[in-house]
């Protein structure tokens, strides 16, 4: 949406798209609130202590959204980094990802697992994710996996968001993928010892991976 913006232009008009929607939500916030004000029989009977002290609060409604980025790797021509994002609106109004990228540094485009990769990598990587995962939660089977909250794990594929430093490469799962909200975003490593099959010859990931 905004990569045909320089990134000054890109961050006046996030913000400004912004707070926009906040003006929007605050106002339709604020008519609920005046209806229920003006009609006490609106107000559920089964309302719990927690939202009752929400409409005797002074405090108007309000949310707020944190951007930070990281740099993982900065090393043979690649740059690896991460944007992570955490809006709040509320309660458990919540949402939190975490994106990553990698660049060539030597071309600047964006690596993508095409580039990375041999034909089938796909299904591959599949099955590393199944046996990572299961091994970082100390279980045996995929059904016990999906007793800890994961699911679709028999149809795990890889989703583009990874990370490489020089020993492998990082696939981070965001929170609803493949694993209930509440648990932390399922992080998969995978060493190049592990990946050097599927690892296309001559490029800047397959050279990395031979140091």
Do not use: C, W
Not at 72 to 92: A, D
Not at 151 to 164: A, C, S, T, V, W
């Amino acid at each position: 949406m905004y990569g045909e913006y320089t990134p000054k232009e890109a961050i006046e008009l996030y913000t400004k798209n912004f707070v926009k929607n906040y003006e929007a939500d605050a106002l339709i916030f604020q008519d609920e609130l005046e209806d229920l004000e003006n009609h006490p029989t609106l107000i559920p009977s089964n309302l719990d202590a927690e939202h009752e002290n929400e409409l005797q609060s002074n405090s108007f409604y309000s949310y707020y959204e944190t951007l930070s980025n990281k740099v993982y790797f900065n090393e043979n021509n690649l740059l690896s980094f991460q944007v992570n994002r955490y809006n709040n609106k509320g309660g458990s109004a919540t949402y939190s990802s975490h994106n990553n990228y990698v660049i060539n540094l030597r071309t600047g485009d964006l690596l993508t697992e095409g580039d990375i990769f041999t034909p089938g990598y796909d299904v591959a990587l599949q099955q590393l994710f199944e046996k990572v995962l299961m091994q970082e939660n100390n279980v045996k089977t995929v059904s016990d996996l999906e007793n800890l909250g994961y699911f679709g794990i028999e149809e795990i594929m890889p989703n583009r968001n990874f990370l490489i430093d020089n020993k492998g490469i990082t696939y981070i799962f965001n929170k609803g993928e493949y694993s209930a909200y509440l648990l932390d975003a399922p992080e998969v490593f995978i060493s190049f010892d592990e990946l050097r099959m599927l690892l296309k010859k001559n490029t800047v990931v397959s050279k990395l991976a031979e140091q």
